[in-house]
């Protein structure tokens, strides 16, 4: 039947967005990893002690935050929901607690991924000061980047899809695995 066409259709764009952020984005962790020489978050902290590896992952990192964008469906990469199209978004469809349990999902996913953000990028839990410091730094770190998820769906206009496509396409894959190459071939050299 046509409708299920349809269906089918609609339902390709969100998997090929997916597809495109989430390819860069497992590839920019990989540089992270290869670094750490762990895949345990815990190692990953551990070897941050010197140098956070937001400096020398810097590409990856915006990588990894650009994905982060895209797989919580924030501003620039909201187009499942594109709440300007309809007459007030996704949330018509909710009201009471439904809707309140549907943003603090929206929000919880925001705070995971500044926290594995915190972790593999910006040095964990680990700060200067005594140690029962640790879960501040590390909340504070959570913190800013939650702000800055928050700053940026202030900030920009809305991809299209197919400004969305290619840059997921053309950019950040390319970028990513061009960021593991010379990750791999940095820590083989030294």
């Known amino acids: 039947p046509p409708g299920s066409q349809l269906l089918l259709l609609g339902a390709r764009r969100p998997g090929a ?57 924030r501003p620039p990469f909201d187009l499942p929901e594109a709440d300007a199209e309809l007459v007030a978004g996704y949330g018509t469809e909710f009201r009471g607690m439904r809707f309140g349990s549907y943003f603090y999902a929206v ?46 769906r202030a900030t920009l206009p809305r991809f299209r899809y197919d400004q969305l496509m290619t840059f997921g396409w053309k950019i950040l894959l390319p970028l990513a695995t061009l960021n593991v190459l010379i990750t791999a071939i940095l820590v083989v050299v030294l």
């Not at 190692?43 to 964008?69: H, N, R, S, T």
């Open 17 to 73: 967005r997916l597809l495109a952020h989430g390819a860069a984005r497992r590839l920019s962790r990989r540089g992270v990893v290869m670094m750490a020489g762990s895949l345990a978050l815990v190692d990953i902290v551990k070897a941050q002690g010197e140098m956070w590896y937001v400096v020398p992952q810097f590409v990856g990192f915006l990588i990894f935050l650009v994905g982060g964008f895209a797989e919580t469906n």
């Open 107 to 152: 929000y919880m996913e925001v705070l995971i991924v500044s926290g594995i953000t915190a972790t593999m990028f910006l040095g964990g839990w680990m700060g200067p000061g005594p140690s029962w410091l640790d879960p501040i730094w590390m909340l504070a770190k959570m913190f800013v980047l939650t702000f800055f998820f928050i700053w940026i």
